[in-house]
């Protein structure tokens, strides 16, 4: 080695040739998103004839993709809430079924699938936590 000092090479960015590049922005459909409001109504629409057909359904809740029978749908604290009990979590059976309590907000992805709805037995519509029930499988 020789005890010359080494070269260092500086870049100026301030150059106009290295102007910095703005990202363009490219409206997507996401852009036209629905509001809360909306997707609340859409997901009503189509649980509530999931339960009148007995049908199942897909949907993803806090990035979980699901596959549920949907039992009732009713108000609570000012919001839409459906128990349903899930039978599949991200395509493998559920180790437990059990009935859960989904705000309708917060589902996506819905799509009624050809499977009949398995009515959950121990479904209780004088639970306190059914304040206003709006829509409940035939047989409850």
């Known amino acids: 080695m020789t005890d010359r000092p080494r070269k260092t090479l500086r870049l100026n960015m301030r ?7 703005q990202p ?16 609340e109504v859409d997901a009503l629409a189509l649980v509530t004839q999931a339960i009148k057909q007995r049908l199942c359904l ?4 806090n990035g979980t993709t699901m596959e549920v029978d949907p039992q009732v749908i009713y108000l ?6 459906c128990d349903a009990v899930v039978t599949q979590r991200n395509a493998t059976q559920a180790s437990e079924l059990k009935l ?8 996506q992805h819905i799509a009624l ?28």
Request: glycine share 8%; proline share 9%.
């Open 76 to 81: 609570r604290k000012d919001s839409l809430y």
């Open 58 to 61: 897909n949907w993803a809740y």
């Open 100 to 107: 859960g309590s989904f705000r309708l907000s917060g589902l």
């Open 24 to 39: 363009q922005v490219i409206p997507s459909p996401a852009a036209e998103a629905k509001s809360p409001e909306e997707k």
């Open 15 to 21: 150059s106009p040739q290295y102007k910095e590049v």
């Open 113 to 140: 699938i050809g499977r009949t709805l398995r009515p959950w037995p121990g479904l209780d519509l004088a639970d306190a936590r059914y304040g206003v029930v709006l829509t409940v499988r035939d047989d409850a």
